[in-house]
T-cell receptor, first 116, second 109 residues
């Protein structure tokens, strides 16, 4: 049973560039959430996708966008990269049961993005 | 907005019981409290989840008082491999999941 997989594991970009990160959810899961984790900080919620639509969004600018495909996999796109975008980007999957309050997230190992 | 507060760090020795408390004064009425463990360069891993009173599984116990404004994660007989950052997670009134700052637990031999 494959868990959450993310690619690439590491990425180096320069300011102003664009980046796409990819995530495959755990088998049987239909919901994907993305988090940004700066060094020494807790994960910060970016957004969540369900049924190919953005269902919730955190306090991130429009430079951060995403997509969910019919097979439930997801992409995170960041445009016009800033130095401050350097972080570990985590993808988490879950199964939507109709109730969100007891949601259990399964995380991938993340993509380490460095912006130079 | 919901906010969680945890101790920044804790030290313990192998074989001891460790209790980590998280404050979440504005937790939503129907929300559960979930704890995660994170090792360096890895994503957080689910430990335990509860709504009220006490929940126990094979790795930890979770104690939640009646007012639900705090919760305590209890790790029995910790080992060196329990050295990690522990987060409590709640959902604010807007429905967004909020990670706390995390508690860095260091287990010494």
């Amino acid at each position: 049973d494959a868990g959450v997989t993310q690619s690439p594991t590491h990425l180096i970009k320069t300011r102003g560039q664009q980046v796409t990160l990819r995530c495959s959810p755990k088998s049987g899961h239909d919901t994907v959430s993305w988090y940004q984790q700066a060094l020494g900080q807790g994960p910060q919620f970016i957004f969540q996708y369900y049924e190919e639509e953005e269902r919730q969004r955190g306090n991130f600018p429009d430079r951060f966008s995403g997509h969910q495909f019919p097979n439930y996999s997801s992409e995170l796109n960041v445009n016009a990269l800033l130095l401050g975008d350097s972080a570990l980007y985590l993808c988490a999957s879950s199964l939507w049961t109709g109730v969100s309050t007891n949601e259990k997230l399964f995380f991938g190992s993340g993509t380490q993005l460095s912006v130079l | 907005l919901a906010k969680t507060t945890q101790p920044i760090s804790m030290d313990s020795y192998e074989g001891q019981e460790v209790n980590i408390t998280c404050s979440h004064n504005n937790i939503a009425t129907n929300d559960y409290i979930t704890w995660y463990q994170q090792f360096p360069s890895q994503g957080p891993r689910f430990i335990i989840q509860g709504y009220k009173t006490k929940v126990t599984n094979e790795v930890a116990s979770l104690f939640i008082p009646a007012d639900r404004k705090s919760s305590t994660l209890s790790l029995p007989r910790v080992s060196l491999s329990d050295t990690a950052v522990y987060y409590c997670l709640v959902r604010n009134q807007g429905g967004k999941l909020i990670f706390g700052q995390g508690t860095e637990l260091s287990v010494k031999p």
